[in-house]
């Protein structure tokens, strides 16, 4: 069992900045992917980006120049660093790791964006 849990979320004003983290109890070298994904009221959750554990990462379109996901070396911890916050970002933020065939899911951050 692998749990994740998230740091980072709050309130900020259009074109501010925020920092999620999200770290894993397990070592991450069994952990082969980590990412974030979000769910706005009403949708459903979406990928906003991917990391694997050789260092390859993917975005969604909606985010790519803004947003930026890292891993560290150990790999327990990924960061999603979010610039030029727009309210539509708004969501509450959650953070999946694979490990195996399984995967496991963090309990969100709130994230609120104002105009």
């Known amino acids: 069992q692998v749990q994740l849990v998230e740091f980072g979320g709050g309130l900020v004003q259009a074109g501010g900045s925020l920092r999620l983290s999200c770290v894993a109890s397990e070592s991450g070298f069994s952990i082969n992917y980590m990412g974030w994904y979000r769910q706005a009221p009403g949708k459903q959750r979406e990928l906003v980006a991917g990391i694997g554990s050789g260092g390859r990462t993917d975005y969604v379109d909606f985010v790519k120049g803004r947003f930026t996901i890292s891993r560290t070396a150990a790999k327990n911890t990924v960061y999603l660093q979010m610039n030029s916050l727009k309210p539509e970002d708004t969501a509450v933020y959650y953070c999946?790791?694979?490990?195996?065939?399984?995967?496991?899911w963090g309990q969100g951050t709130q994230v609120t964006v104002s105009s």
């Open positions: 999946a790791a694979d490990r195996g065939n399984r995967r496991y």
